[in-house]
């Protein structure tokens, strides 16, 4: 996967001062209000993190959103073949309603119905881990982490991420060099400038019938 520490470039909204680009990822803003996102100064107190910062998708409290907050990824991978995908996450609960919203998800492009999801289910730093197995018409999958969009005066947390891994096979693509041939034989004569060897001159016969 690209960036995936999320210590890569960014850019950043001037107007609204979320980060709008992320280096190797797809920030999906279907709704502004339920998508504010952030790459974070943070350091996670562990020895699975070596890195200090993180990304973070959270949603807006005071608005009724209608989509939910997605930061992803697409990878090639190769048919039939089981793949690892791990991360550490934390966030994404409903406290007031007891629901988890952040997920992780592996789901194929091709088939977006075939896709597995693992619910976050913490407020501190976890190491999160789902395993997959692409069909065999599967060349690429969606790697997706998202918080669920809520009402008006939620208490979603924010999701956030660092560390995502997949491991499995990877799809490599063998580069291929040719040529076109463009030698011709070529035979060589001799000029004579001389006239020692001067053409025979042709010879017309003309038959006249009585």
Known sequence: MKNPNFEGE????PETKLVSRVEGWDVVIGDRWNSEQQILPEE??????LDNHVFEIRPYKWAAGWSDGILMQVVDVVPNESYTLSALLKGGIAKKEGKLTGK???EEVQDPEKKVIT???SDNWETYSMDYTTSAECNQIRVSFTVGRGGWGNDIGAVRVDNAKLTGTSRTYSPKFGFIDNTADVEYFTIDESGAYAPAQPKITINIED
């Open 10 to 13: 960014f850019d950043v909204n």
């Open 44 to 49: 996670i107190d562990n020895n699975q993190d």
């Open 104 to 106: 992780m998800i592996i």
């Open 119 to 121: 619910e976050i289910a």
